[in-house]
């Protein structure tokens, strides 16, 4: 061939090319919907794995000094039998015990 | 540009149109031929002058498709411009409402962190408004903010990284709107509102808002229960098994803070005994630095009796004047009660003696016949008396036989009588206290098997509880007179043995741990209980004899037991107005060997406990001269009016339970995960189980607060322990509504929990439905927590109990004594919040906002 068909060529090409950038660059999309949240995920903070303290459970002691609160009001309440019985027709509602 | 561009490419177009090919033949200044059609072409510069026209036609065919296509784009550009506008408002609104639900995504876990973590946050402070004493408080209904116009910098973060210039805010608002009904249990519902707003910065009318509820369930996790470090409900026998010995270590006490133990009664075995009560066995070795201890006893240091024999085993060692006796009115035994001791063989024994030797004295010298007695004696009497003269002494002995014996009854006899009064005014009574350790062994018996006594206690003098003859089927007449069927008294029910579980005498459970240092409040029909070994000592005295001088040496005589209110009354229980007692801290008023077993266990705690009563008033009581037992109930409110102790539980409300699992099989596959090579629970409040065996043999440990419920199934359990150090609060509780603990087979088993099993209250007199623990034969079984159970049995005829020798050790965990006790990582938090993983209501708000 001679120069001026690969000239014709090369531009058809060019000029696709440039049509193809230009619809792209005015399309008015400029979503990265992957790439965003790669990143971002990457600079989370994942919470640790709990830490297993692996002190002997025999060898372990309360550490120093300990004082205990007044104890709440509702410590000292004993079940009534109305309390007894809602809570088994709860059972029997809810829990699907059987006596 | 875009119309630049247009006008350019539009120009080109039109040039194009008007001058057609030769558009190209300018530009590209080729020489055109214009051959008449039907020429041939002869040579190459004929071809080429053929060739140039239809190569431009090629040229302006393609450039003509190449501008269609431009005019075609541009066309579509122009035609699409608007929908493309609108799909990237789509878009971005799709990208601000995922990112504000990233936000409150990133909200709830923020609150999830905080909220039962760290302790400084006002989200941890907020969420417990609601609990009683909390300040400042909230009521119920109200709205309490959690916060406004929060960022959440993760999800801004991520927004940031993408290329997103957004504004992301946030609003949690909490909503407590329902409070447990059950008094004894401190819970709440309530919900949480998320707002979550994202725009671009400069357009904050472009907005999306994101809400969401979760629910919320708030719970105070202390229960009474927590205060037991060992709570049974029913009898239970094993508490003075020396072999399987039961250890209770309370917390360390601090003023009115001190574990307690309930040991209860209820299903006592049927027997005639109107006491059912439970007696633990006192152990010197175990209890001599207890503070009760020696006041109890007046104690100075280890006696034993005076003629040398015996151990080194009594607390306290006294003796008084037989003559000084006085029965229950007032008046000397040795005048008042002299046919009371008509029939004690020590007496006989001496008086006996005599008659043998005046009637063999009255065969004269030489010749001598058996030792009789009884009827056979005054046969003998009478055979000798012919021989002798009736003006001596002996037959004068042998006449006063013959004449007054009745069989072995010689009550009327004047010889009989002088002798019995000469050792009245001899007598010593000599008694000391010591424990069931020291008179029978307890650690060699394999029970049910009543214990040997030891040999010092088979001495005549001590055999007041121990001595075997037929009379008490050879069992000594302490074990014997529980387990014969005569009722107290002629005429009274009988039928059934009178109590067996007395005689489960040997060591108590150890109520004060392992180094004796921890101890603990008792409650229930408690007793301590302790004997006395009491005999009327031996002496040498020479009286005048019907004329003969003799030698009274009497043996000692041991006085043995008879159940107190056995009638017709003996000179063994009747009630005497001397106090044998070393101090006034329990009464003894019989002369017999016996248990002492009113006194209440609480004495070993000394003549001073601070405590709280029912009404949670700080309270001191002295349980050395307070009634016996201390605390007949559990500690309750209202005290005035308690109920027993098999009402007591741990009632569950479903509304205020943060998980509900069908079956054992869903919580584990949901709440399980292997953290390196430990199976590890993960806890979050009050989590129900419907009903199912619950296998936890293989979780070794766990993480976070919280509570297993399980409605109906056993809990197979091994070695199990918190993840994280206990100063974080974590904590496992286990309530087994209608199940048992069964113990993974082990050598030893450490677990960190609160074991409760109790059979639904009232509880039940099934023996298939009391909740227990059963050991499978392990040695070593150490609870960090505490236990409590309907039923616990250390010692099971089958392979269920502690292997010989083996150890059950109860250690109250102080963190589940008061979770929300302070040590020096500050104070503890008690309570548990749950937020809800499902999103109970969402929706999206574009353009409108509520904050």
Redesign the interface.
Known sequence: MDR??WL?VFS?II??TV?LA??KK????N??TT???Q???S???L?A?????DKP??K?A????????????????????A??G???K??SD????SE | MNNVLMDVMLFCWMKFVVNGPAFFDEGAGTIVCRVRRGTNLQNRSDRNCFLSPRRGFILYIVVTVLFALSILAFALNSFKQGTVTQLARNVDQNRLALLAQSANAEVVAMIRSQVNNDRSSRIFSKFREIFPGWEPSSSLNSDIVLFSDFEPQQTLKMAQSAGYPLKIKSRAVLRIYRSCEYSSVSAYNGYLDLYSQAFREGQKENLIEAHERRDVRLVDLRHNLDKYALFVKNYSPDYNNSVRRIIVEGIVPDGPNMSRVYLGNANYPDCLDPQKNIWLDLCYNEHRNAPGFEKLFNFSGLQKFPDGSGTTSLFSLASVPFVSLKDSEGNPLHESRISDFFHVQAVKKVYEKFVNDAADGCFGPGKTEPHAVGAALKEKCKRAMPHSNDKAAAYQICADYVASSNGTDYSGCSGFQKILQTCMAEWKLCYGYLDAANIWQVTSVARPALPDAWNWATALAYKGLTELNNQNDKKGPYFYSYLNKEPDKAGDPAGKIYNPERLRVGKMLKLFGEDDNTPVLVEGPVFLRFFKIAFLDSFEKNIVFFDQEKSVIPEPVPILFNRPPMTPVTFQNRLLQNEFSPSSFFSDRFMMSRAIDNVSVNALLGDTVETYDGEGKLVSINPMTAAAPTFPYPRQRPSASPVSATSFGRLIDFRTVSYNFASPKEFLQERTAMVGVDKTLFLDGMMYIESGDLDLSDVTRFHGRGMIYLGRGNCRIGSLGRARSPDTGDSLRIYLRQGDYLLKQAENTTIEASLAAFYNPPGSSDPTNQGSLIFNGQKNVVIIGNLLVDYLYTQDKSDNGIASGGTLLIRHDPYIYEPAMENDFGKLDPYHISIGTVKTSFSLNSGGKTF
Do not use: C, T, W
Not at chain 1, 49 to 53: E, H, V
């Open positions: 001026a068909r014709i058809v000029s696709m049509s230009l619809l005015y399309s008015g999309s979503v990265s790439g965003g949240q990143v971002a995920l600079h989370l903070d919470p794995l709990p830490a297993i303290d459970i025999k372990r309360v550490s120093g000094r300990i004082s205990f609160p007044k104890p709440p009001a509702h410590i000292f309440a004993v079940n009534s039998s309390d007894n809602a809570e088994q709860a059972f809810k829990g699907k015990i």
